[in-house]
């Protein structure tokens, strides 16, 4: 591994960034139907409403990253799984819980901390990597895990 993936896998701000944006796309109810796929279905077939106003991540695991590439010239993508308990709430009452893990797909850049101009990607940037900080973290994908869609409970 080049030294510049060992400094940017080390870096908790990346951490840290990774693990809150996947948070909030998580408990975004615009994608209640990527993470309660299987939840939604199971309240379906039991006769009760699948709707839900409020979604709340009550546990998760730190982002775990599986790879980390060049994507271009400044650019680069790391791909990062999450395990995650996620509450599901409808007009202030608990439906249910779910416990399942999801993985994401994440770009961003390197910049320099003074000029802050992205930083080309290559065997010299070893040298400038103490002038280095993560910018531009972009969440391009995320989906659930469903061989790892450990668990629901239906709360009624």
Not at 23 to 51: M, V, W
Not at 59 to 71: G, K, M, R, Y
Not at 130 to 137: Q, V
Request: proline share 3%; net charge negative.
């Amino acid at each position: 591994m080049g030294i510049w993936k060992e400094w940017v896998l080390q870096q908790e701000q990346l951490l840290d960034e990774v693990w809150a944006l996947s948070g909030r796309y998580i408990e975004d109810l615009n994608n209640k139907n990527i993470f309660l796929q299987t939840f939604l279905h199971a309240c379906s077939d039991t006769g009760t409403d699948p709707a839900c106003d409020y979604l709340e991540m009550f546990d998760s695991d730190p982002p775990e990253f599986i790879s980390i590439v060049q994507t271009s010239a400044d650019t680069i993508e790391v791909i990062a799984e999450i395990g995650y308990g996620l509450s599901v709430w409808h007009h202030g009452k608990q439906l249910g819980k779910v416990t399942a893990a999801a993985r994401g797909i994440f770009t961003f850049k390197l910049v320099d901390q003074a000029s802050r101009k992205p930083v080309p990607i290559s065997d010299e940037i070893d040298l400038a990597l103490n002038r280095c900080e993560i910018c531009r973290l972009e969440l391009q994908e995320m989906h659930n895990i469903e061989e790892y869609y450990d668990d629901y409970t239906m709360v009624f």
